[in-house]
């Protein structure tokens, strides 16, 4: 794992520990809440960097980085939006895949029938967010192997919630700067067409999910919008 010093609201910094090869986050206890604005920009930015390379998987038993035992894994629920990690039975911390912690977040949510009908309309195969295997879209609407529903991100919440916390970092009311109005209404007319589209343009890459495809949507909104 490497470290990232993050800004603390209010003062200090927050130190947060991220394996790339896996693509998980792990947050001493209270951490993840601790976050300053522009320091989760700065948190979205890299998880939309890294999910650029597929994943490798997390070992079968996951240590404490702070006491050694071993983590026990737990299933939540945000709202209607189930998500999972690993914590640790002392309190120090809880290890997060980045589409976890997007889950916890409120970012991800399955699709509609209509979006889902849209999506087999304009693509064969998607790769499951959860576990990364082939999802026929012909035949099937969840992941035959982990038993995934096919999900997606809200780029509509996400690009809301990146200019929200854009202007908290600038010390202003979102949409008071000049000229701001709704750049996230910029981004796509709707989720499911910009995913469509992104997909289309990148179909011979074997790994991508409509997460994973989302995330690259929203590193080009950070890139223009910072």
């Known amino acids: 794992m490497t470290t990232l010093d993050l800004e603390r609201r209010l003062s200090s910094t927050v130190e947060i520990d991220l394996c790339a090869g896996c693509r998980a986050l792990w947050f001493d206890r209270y951490e993840d809440i601790q976050l300053s604005p522009s320091a989760t920009l700065k948190l979205f930015g890299i998880i939309s960097e890294r999910s650029a390379a597929a994943a490798g998987p997390l070992p079968a038993r996951l240590r404490c980085p702070r006491c050694g035992s071993e983590l026990t894994h737990t299933h939540d629920l945000q709202r209607s939006t189930r998500f999972q990690y690993w914590r640790c039975a002392d309190g120090h911390g809880r290890l997060m895949t980045f589409v976890d912690f997007l889950r916890a977040k409120d970012f991800v949510r399955p699709l509609s029938p209509q979006q889902l009908a849209e999506l087999r309309n304009n693509v064969q195969t998607i790769n499951c967010s959860n576990c990364a295997a082939p999802i026929d879209l012909t035949r ?87």
């Open 140 to 226: 099937d609407s969840i992941c035959r192997h982990c038993g995934s529903a096919i999900s997606m991100l809200d780029l509509k919440q996400m690009t809301r919630t990146i200019e929200q916390l854009q202007a908290a970092a600038e010390g202003r009311t979102a949409g008071s700067s000049p000229g701001a109005g709704s750049r996230s209404d910029g981004l796509e007319p709707r989720d499911i067409d910009a995913l469509v589209l992104a997909l289309k343009a990148e179909r011979n890459d074997s790994h991508l999910s409509l997460i994973e495809t989302g995330l690259r949507l929203v590193g080009d909104f950070l890139r223009r919008s910072l």
